[in-house]
């Protein structure tokens, strides 16, 4: 019982991940490269080097070794960080 009630979280686990790495996924593909203008990369001083954008919040991929996206890193214009729930 206590083994089965493991096995389910895992499975669970495992589809949460798979749900925020397509959720990553759609993001991106709608995403548009980011410029200077950004409040965050401004506040920063750095240039932003190949990072998208959904208009609003920097849009930062992440991937495994294989190179899928699994999840994505949003950054506000205040600095605000998240990351998508369940990855």
């Not at 669970?12 to 990553?24: H, I, L, M, S």
């Not at 759609?26 to 990369?41: F, G, I, R, V």
């Not at 959904?54 to 214009?77: A, C, F, H, S």
Request: proline share 7%.
């Amino acid at each position: 019982q206590v083994e089965a009630a493991r096995q389910q979280r895992a499975q669970e686990r495992q589809d949460d991940q798979a749900k925020a790495a397509r959720k990553a996924q759609q993001l991106l593909e709608k995403a548009l490269p980011a410029d200077t203008a950004h409040p965050y990369l401004q506040k920063k001083f750095i240039p932003p080097a190949g990072t998208l954008t959904d208009g609003k919040d920097l849009l930062i991929p992440l991937q495994n070794v294989e190179g899928d996206i699994r999840n994505l890193q949003t950054i506000g214009p205040t600095g605000k960080k998240r990351f998508l729930k369940g990855g």
